[in-house]
């Protein structure tokens, strides 16, 4: 019993199809989940369709996803998602765990986040990763803050997302940086990037696609993904090597097709030997007017050259032809990539939010 009412954490299972007495549940964990966001943002920026829901968790075959919810007198109030990387020497698990607001401080989120790392130890995993997200709005300046190992950022120190992590043993690892990018970018602002990218990657040229990878590039830039968790900044945080091939290019393209959020991608590769060096991704919503900027890599060999420059700027210039009702970009880095940040800011991104990532070792 927590307060008045009676709490139970149950799976909930993934439904063959929407709109039956088997998907009711599922569809019911949306719908919080959808309230959540609402009331987090203020807005409808991470408000999904129980559609775009499924197609993410169906995908399973390099991520096992399970999903949990508490339950109280019947009403849906809360989830846990445990993902688990499937590598064979993956030892970390990542948990999302949210509780509606009207019955936090009732010991819900502390039976969601037990009930994850139980899932966590069952299957062998010693290093877990939760999250806290802090809309810029929320940030008092000057207020006392926690801080990662390695960045500039602090999440506020009063917030009851942060306090709930530290009192269940979890240590800060990693900040990141959302921020938010208004469209069209200015003209003489573009046009002064460019010239300057161009100037310093005279080797390079950039590729872009839509959807899916060229079959004659699949293999490169599959190759130029795995560099995700060699080369960018992680040194507070646990995170397993990711193997890309092909098929999981194929897959991953699919998943955000069904989604409904296919992506724009446009590489740079290096003339003299054919080598991609750098990328960057953007998902573009079917509707909407807002989209969201995913990967953004330079493989280490290549850096100083502008490429992540010259790629965001080209796969801009592609998505106001392809999508010219899309006005906000949002983006995410880690706090102490300043290469990447410096980028961001010449480009006139602004601060969206923190977000926290929560380590903790299972013993």
């Known amino acids: 019993m927590l307060g008045d009412g009676h709490v139970t954490i149950v799976r909930i299972p993934l439904p063959e199809r929407l709109g039956t007495p088997e998907s009711a549940a599922f569809e019911e964990l949306v719908s919080v989940m959808n309230g959540i966001a609402v009331s987090l943002w203020g807005n409808d920026d991470f408000v999904y369709t129980a559609e775009a829901e499924l197609a993410s968790f169906r995908a399973q ?4 996803k399970l999903l949990f919810a508490a339950v ?6 809360g989830r846990v998602v445990a993902d688990f990387p499937l590598e064979e020497d993956a030892v970390t698990a990542t948990l999302l765990v949210d509780v509606a607001p009207a019955v936090r401080g009732r010991g819900i989120g502390a039976l969601l986040l037990a009930k994850g790392e139980e899932l966590a130890a069952d299957g062998g995993r010693t290093a877990v990763s939760a999250y806290t997200e802090h809309p810029a709005a929320t940030i008092r300046p000057g207020g006392d803050v926690v801080r990662a190992s390695a960045g500039s950022s602090g999440l506020p120190a009063d917030s009851p997302d942060v306090r709930f992590a530290l009192s269940h043993g979890y240590r800060l690892g990693q900040i990141e940086r959302s921020s938010e990018l208004t469209l069209p970018l200015d003209p003489g602002r573009a ?12 080797d390079y040229r950039t590729i872009s696609w839509w959807r899916h990878a060229p079959d004659e590039l699949a293999s490169a830039f599959s190759a130029l993904k795995e560099r995700m968790t060699v080369d960018v900044p992680h040194s507070g945080i646990a995170l397993d090597d990711e193997a890309w091939t092909p098929e999981r290019v194929r897959r991953h393209e699919d998943e955000l097709i069904e989604r409904g959020e296919p992506l724009l991608v446009t590489v740079a590769q290096h003339i003299p030997s054919g080598e991609l060096a750098a990328y960057t991704e953007i998902a573009v919503p079917d509707d909407g007017d807002k989209a969201e900027q995913y990967d953004t890599l330079v493989a280490a060999a290549h850096r100083g050259k502008r490429l992540g420059t010259l790629v965001k700027l080209e796969n801009l210039r592609r998505l106001s032809d392809l999508a010219p009702r899309i006005h906000r970009l949002l983006t995410w880095n880690a706090d102490e990539n300043a290469p990447m940040l410096a980028v961001n800011d010449a480009f006139g991104f602004r601060p969206h939010a923190l977000t926290g990532n929560w380590q903790k070792t299972l013993r």
Do not use: I, P
């Not at 109280?72 to 109030?77: I, R, S």
């Open 61 to 64: 075959e390099f991520h096992e």
């Open 72 to 77: 109280l007198d019947g009403a849906v109030v």
């Open 191 to 202: 046009a002064a990037l460019l010239a300057d990218a161009v100037d310093h990657s005279r």
